[in-house]
């Protein structure tokens, strides 16, 4: 990548231990404050997101009259959220912004579909070259008017937002953004949306929308929603940690030869947990403590030690369970013994980047072997890393990923745009400073994760501060 972003130099780490709470869960932050702010009453989230994707989402709503207050600190925010009910949204006075949010272009472009004003959506250059047609088409079965740039393909997208009408609708994808979507637009159609899948995806807008009064059925591949007769309720609740970004810490515990972690009050919900099948699936020492349940998602303690990890082949139905964590897994795949097969995830080449190519790219740069398929990657584990100067592509995930890569490679990994973790885990870097250690039982005497100084970028200077 031409352009030189903020760099964060990982070095080579002796230990990890401690304990991590991952922020609270991005998937379920967004569907939180945008169901709130069309029901009545109010509701207080508490562990909203802190990543500028979850804001992204907020000020969209603010634009469109969604009344919204901030509180808590910058790492663990509450959201105070007094619904505007069913039809209190109006036509916002400028294009809104997505950001890098697809989850926020896909819902709010359900939503908006079916009420009754004009809205012009758009989000930064990554996210105006992601695929919208698969939001637009299963709209338009409903009755939706919404266009994109480019024959219907891109954002920014016009929506002339009316009454719909119910359908029944098969979706090729598996995509929890389009599904969503499409119950979003459903609340206020005519009549019936039955909702077919071929593989579930992430189930946190079911969860919700049941909770909070509407009536929706569904056995795991068929959803049925009736539109609302009476506004949704408010809820308030306690958001459970994100398990993508608590992914981070299972693998580099999992991958190190010397670490123990304890991941607290992670969501586990198991249209989400892929990475821990996955991972126990390759042999890693990992416990599932003190199970529990906030707002009909499951919460719990997660314990990771070092473990000897064996390669695994996996497809199907794992695939949306662990979607996100893929670039990540690929990391996991470089430490264990033997072949480690991802199959079925094309999808992964029209996230924030294509992550098929810059995963095998980037990890190729540290001395891994990784072969690239047309929807997956091959990677051939037992090879060392040493650290190299990698870029993120401005993707977060890719970014996050490297940086554990990095901890375990010899000398100093150097990744370039490493503040796009900010969109999910702004604390990331200092939530991975505080579990790197010199050695076993002491207090941490490197450090691990720096700013690239200015004008040494291989250099390593010890202030964590934000990227
Ligand atoms: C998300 C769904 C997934 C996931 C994304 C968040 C959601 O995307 O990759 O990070 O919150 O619904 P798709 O629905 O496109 O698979």
């Not at 919700?208 to 506004?231: F, H, R, V, W, Y």
């Amino acid at each position: 990548m031409a352009k030189q972003g903020k760099m964060k130099v990982i070095k080579h780490c002796h230990r990890l231990e401690g304990e991590v709470t991952p922020p609270g869960d991005k998937s379920i932050s967004h569907r939180a404050v945008i169901l709130n702010s069309i029901a009545s009453g109010e509701a207080e989230i508490v562990n909203f997101s802190p990543g500028g994707d979850c804001w992204s989402t907020v000020s969209c709503l603010r634009a469109l009259g969604a009344r919204i207050r901030r509180g808590g600190t910058p790492d663990f925010p509450t959201l105070f959220v007094s619904g505007v009910g069913q039809r209190g949204l109006s036509e916002a006075s400028n294009v809104l912004n997505a950001g890098n949010s697809a989850t926020t272009i896909r819902l709010l472009g359900g939503l908006l579909s079916s009420q009754p004003f004009l809205s012009i959506i758009t989000g930064d250059a990554s996210l105006r070259s992601r695929p919208m047609g698969r939001l637009i088409e299963p709209l338009r079965l409903m009755g939706a008017e919404i266009w994109g740039r480019e024959g219907d393909s891109f954002a920014p997208l016009i929506i002339k937002g009316r009454r719909l009408h119910g359908a029944e609708i098969s979706l090729s994808i598996p995509s929890a953004q389009i599904k969503s979507a499409i119950l979003l637009a459903a609340l206020f159609a005519r009549g019936k949306t039955v909702l077919q899948q071929l593989v579930p995806s992430r189930d946190h807008s079911e969860r919700l929308l049941k909770q909070m009064g509407a009536e929706l059925e569904s056995d795991g591949n068929s959803i049925s929603l009736n539109p609302l007769t009476s506004p949704l309720k408010a809820i308030s609740f306690i958001i459970p940690g994100d398990i993508s970004a608590a992914a981070y810490f299972l693998v580099a515990a999992a991958i190190h030869p010397d670490a123990r972690i304890v991941v607290k009050d992670c969501g586990v919900n198991p249209t989400r947990t892929g990475i821990i099948d996955a991972l126990v699936a390759m042999g890693a020492k990992l416990r599932i403590e003190n199970e529990r349940v906030t707002a009909d998602e499951p919460v719990a303690d997660i314990v990771v030690e070092s473990s000897k990890l064996r390669g695994i082949e996996i497809d199907g139905e794992m695939i949306p369970r662990l979607i996100d964590e893929i670039p990540l897994l690929a990391v996991a795949g470089c430490f264990a013994s033997g072949k480690t097969v991802i199959r079925g995830a094309a999808e992964l080449r029209v996230k924030e980047s294509d992550r098929i190519a810059t995963v095998s790219r980037e990890l190729t740069k540290m001395g891994a072997r990784v072969e690239e398929l047309p929807d997956g990657m091959v990677i051939y584990g037992g090879k060392a890393l040493s650290g190299a100067k990698v870029d993120s592509h401005l993707d977060h995930r890719l970014a996050m990923s490297l940086a554990i890569a990095g901890l375990m490679a010899r000398g100093e990994t150097i990744i370039n745009h490493a503040q796009v973790v900010n969109v999910s885990y702004p604390s990331f870097w200092s939530d991975v400073a505080s579990v790197a250690k010199q050695s076993r039982g002491e207090r941490q005497l490197d450090c691990f994760v720096a700013n690239a100084p200015r004008n040494d970028k291989e250099g390593c200077h010890c202030k964590h501060s934000e990227a």
